[in-house]
Each structure stands twice: as C-alpha cells, then as structure tokens.
C-alpha cells in the first residue's frame, strides 16, 4: 500500500503508479468469478483510499486520463488494445536513432 514500511516518496514512483492501475484494472476487469464494475464506481472505490493507500498526485493524475482510455480499451476481446500498445512500443523505444531525430 501507500503506507507501510516504505512511506510517500520512499515507494518508488512505478510502484505508486502501478499500484494505483493495477487496483483498477482487477475492479474493472471481468474475471472468472466476477463482473468487471463500472467505471465510477472503481474510480469512487480508489479516492477513498487517497492519499492512504494510493498516492494523491498519482491518483489525481489517473483520474484525469482515464476516461478516455477506459471507454477505448476496457473489457475488449478483439486485438485492438494490443495493437494499439505495440503502435506505442513501437514509436517510442525503436532502436533506429534516426526516429528520435525527425
């Protein structure tokens, strides 16, 4: 959590991010013994533990985009969230220098 033996900025801030989408993705996830919840109702569930077990600045900033990402890829079956995670992979960690300098 937020809080623990490491404290605010002693978490790393990828495990404050991840911990923040990772508690999202399983709320709003279908699973083999639940139904994925609704949108608010997951981001309601994380404001609660704001600033406890969830990192203010991060949540915040979650909050801010997660809408739009949410209503393109949520509880997707086809090939459409992958494809758009490999279009990113693929412009930003290229190994052709040449990318970078366009």
Do not use: C, W
């Not at 002693?10 to 609704?38: G, N, W």
């Not at 404001?47 to 739009?68: C, N, Q, S, W, Y």
């Not at 393109?72 to 190994?95: C, G, K, Q, W």
């Amino acid at each position: 959590g937020y809080h623990g033996r490491l404290e605010g900025g002693d978490i790393p801030q990828l495990a404050r991010i991840f911990a923040v989408a990772d508690v999202f993705d399983a709320l709003t996830s279908r699973r083999p013994y639940k139904e994925p919840m609704e949108f608010q109702k997951a981001l309601d569930i994380l404001m609660k533990d704001r600033g406890t077990h969830f990192d203010p600045e991060v949540l915040d900033v979650f909050a801010g985009i997660a809408r739009p990402l949410y209503d393109a890829f949520a509880n997707r079956d086809d090939a459409s969230p992958r494809e758009e995670l490999a279009r990113i992979v693929n412009h930003y960690f290229r190994t052709d220098i040449a990318v970078f300098l366009e």
